[in-house]
């Protein structure tokens, strides 16, 4: 993902995690990263783990930032 966000001109801003759920470490992390470049926010769902999108999706659309998803390890099975 870094390298096609590269690829594209743009910067990778990464974000600390929290290691046990894989998600961002809070909504005032990704606050703090935010600038009036901020486009867009990549948000991957890995190892199957799929995580609450709603405490980001206010902050971000707020400041009009698009939200991009990367589901492709977030796969659920019977």
């Known amino acids: ?3 096609i966000v590269k690829e594209h ?3 990778p801003v ?5 290691l046990e759920t894989l998600q961002p470490i809070s909504v005032d992390a990704i ?3 935010i600038t009036p470049k901020t486009k867009a926010m990549i948000f ?5 783990l ?3 999108m709603d405490p980001y999706l206010d ?3 707020a400041h009009n930032i698009d939200i991009i998803e990367d589901c492709a ?3 659920k099975g019977a």
Do not use: C, R, T
Request: aromatic residues 10%; negative net charge; glycine residues 8%.
């Open 1 to 3: 993902m870094v390298q």
């Open 9 to 11: 001109g743009l910067i």
């Open 14 to 18: 990464p974000v600390d995690l929290n």
């Open 31 to 33: 606050k703090s990263k």
């Open 44 to 48: 991957a769902h890995l190892y199957g």
């Open 50 to 52: 799929v995580y609450n």
């Open 59 to 61: 902050e971000l659309e």
């Open 73 to 75: 390890q977030s796969f």
